[in-house]
Nanobody, 123 residues
């Protein structure tokens, strides 16, 4: 019933930009912290970015800090990840995630996952 649907993935050249989106349905979007994870071939899924229910707090993994920006529009039940200065190392399937916002920025447990969208960065 709960669905997180990613879109906006594709192929770009190194140094380019891409914005992926995640549209949520079946949950009270404004009560959830939202995040993005990614999984590259042969690697484990890793945390990329997260945003609090209000959008007032964000966090990024070191490898993307300064290049990626997470944002949300609660009126549209949508979370975004703007990716700039893309590198081949950013190539991965990007997954949207939702977590009940209890005031703790712990992403070890995720309530809902999207199916992912492929982002490929060529050199």
């Amino acid at each position: 019933q709960v669905q997180l649907v990613e879109s906006g993935g594709g192929m770009v050249q190194a140094g380019g930009s891409l914005r992926v989106s995640c549209a949520a349905s079946g949950l009270t979007f404004s009560t959830y912290a939202m995040g993005w994870f990614r999984q590259a071939p042969g690697k484990e899924r890793e945390f990329v970015a997260a945003i609090s229910w209000s959008g007032g707090s964000t966090r990024y993994t070191d490898s993307v800090k300064g290049r990626f920006t997470i944002s949300r529009d609660n009126a549209k039940n949508t979370v975004y990840l703007q990716m700039n200065s893309l590198k081949p190392e950013d190539t991965a399937v990007y997954y949207c995630a939702a977590k009940q916002d209890s005031g703790s920025d712990y992403w070890g447990v995720v309530d809902y996952w999207g199916q992912g969208t492929q982002v490929t960065v060529s050199s």
